[in-house]
């Protein structure tokens, strides 16, 4: 059997009683809402030859970036495979295989044709949107949504989640006024769009608009937050507001409540985690045991199987002065960069080189941080994550040489990074930093 949805796709092997629930998913994936395993789930058992049904479940897991994930992932494809399909749905089962065995980019191909023949294909496109983001790709992560948009108007089911995607495309390519204006419609027409909610909030970071940012996310938390699975990424981008203001205090306050109270063994928002500490632990900040809870986390996550997860991993590590399981996490990446998939290039090109760089920040080896991090800075979207999250690298560099004691470089690279962010109390203090060296340079010579 199969059944066609309300933009003209057709869905073989559907029933009635197993598409509401399909249907059910799609919407809780595009606002970042509810449980859509569950409700997934109940897809699959009221109709288990709906194949698009697990390869939704397929592609949940297979962006999850953690290893038991990926093996319900192929599971998942093990099980679409045999399954009768049109040929956008076969499409979706190679996809799906590339991306359980980690071939991110070329799912990413099969997908951008997929929605260059059906521009409508509403998961195709927000799939394809995430493997953009993982793989750090900013050109797809707008043209891919661009391409599509001409085809959706205002009405259509999932006409926010399109406008939402755009407007983070657009902001990772710096059109920051067309991203802020997208975002908004977005949220304006789905309030509950984690997503959209959190593009704005990557404009207002990138433009250093510290306090637009605290309202905006101050301004109706209740609707991004409500059985959010986003939530905690969202809390972040507030938390970062208050870390650029120089506000300690409001930062560890959402650390230690809705960024990780809860203690969440999820790479995704561990990620967040250590992210927010490792800015405190920069800037000299003691943190207490906040980082043994985090790093314990991580020792059972594993490592090597996501060169972006593994960065964060060795700055909890570090944070908690734990050696052995750093030791492990470079083992598991030496052993990562032998293997044919994609993560072999993410580690070897920044993962590996920037999980050294920490480790060496941690044993105040300054010098080896600065020799470490300034080749891949060029380089650094390879393997994932937003100019928001990448910042970190260059916030470690610059620390590093400031402590190295380097006043030329120092004061270049805050001069650079007080052009991009102009206004930030943060940049604006680094360069008083880098100058007072550069002063007590001059004079010591």
């Not at 109940?42 to 897991?61: C, D, N, Q, S, W």
């Amino acid at each position: 059997m199969a059944i066609r949805d309300a933009l003209g796709l057709t869905f073989s092997g559907a029933t009635q009683a197993g598409f509401a629930p399909y249907c059910q998913a799609v919407r809780e994936l595009q606002c970042f809402i509810g449980d859509p395993v569950a409700s997934i789930d109940r897809a699959i058992t009221e109709a288990p030859g709906f194949i698009m049904a697990h390869v939704f479940k397929g592609y949940l897991f297979g962006l999850a970036t953690e290893r038991e994930a990926t093996d319900v992932a192929k599971a998942c494809h093990q099980a679409a495979l045999p399954l009768a399909a049109t040929t956008r749905e076969q499409a979706h089962v190679a996809a799906l295989g590339h991306l359980a065995n980690g071939r991110w980019h070329q799912a990413s191909r099969i997908l951008e044709d997929v929605t260059i023949e059906t521009p409508r294909d509403g998961l195709a496109l927000q799939v394809g949107h995430q493997i953009d983001f993982f793989t750090g790709n900013a050109h797809m992560l707008r043209d891919r949504i661009a391409r599509a948009l001409p085809s959706w108007q205002s009405g259509m089911p999932g006409y926010h989640a399109m406008l939402g995607m755009q407007a983070f495309g657009l902001e990772e390519m710096a059109d920051y006024i067309r991203a802020e204006q997208l975002g908004r419609a977005a949220v304006d027409m789905e309030p509950r769009d984690g997503w959209a909610q959190h593009a704005v909030a990557h404009v207002m970071e990138m433009q250093s608009r510290q306090r637009d940012g605290i309202a905006w996310m101050r301004a109706d938390p209740e609707a991004w937050t409500r059985e959010s699975f986003l939530q905690v990424h969202n809390w972040w981008h507030l938390a970062l507001f208050h870390y650029d203001l120089g506000e300690t205090d409001e930062v560890l306050a959402l650390y230690d409540g809705p960024i990780y109270g809860g203690q969440s063994t999820m790479a995704l928002n561990m990620v967040d985690a250590s992210a927010i500490l490792w800015r405190l632990y920069l800037g000299g900040i003691d943190v207490g045991d906040r980082w043994a809870g985090l790093a314990a986390n991580w020792r059972k996550a594993g490592a090597g199987n996501y060169a972006f997860n593994d960065a964060h991993a060795m700055m909890a590590f570090v944070g908690a002065g734990l050696d052995a399981p750093a030791q492990t996490l470079l083992e598991a990446q030496r052993e990562a960069m032998g293997g044919s998939d994609d993560n072999a290039a993410f580690t070897r090109d920044v993962g590996h080189p920037l999980t050294l760089a920490i480790k060496a920040f941690g044993e105040g080896n300054y010098a080896e941080t600065v020799r470490l991090i300034r080749p891949i800075r060029a380089i650094a979207h390879r393997f994932g994550g937003s100019h928001a999250q990448r910042d970190v690298i260059d916030l470690t560099l610059i620390e590093a040489v400031l402590r190295a004691g380097d006043g030329a470089l120092g004061r270049a690279l805050t001069a650079e990074r007080g052009m991009a962010r102009p206004g930030s109390p943060l940049s604006a203090l680094l360069s008083r930093r880098a100058a007072n060296l550069s002063e007590t340079n001059l004079s010591e010579n």
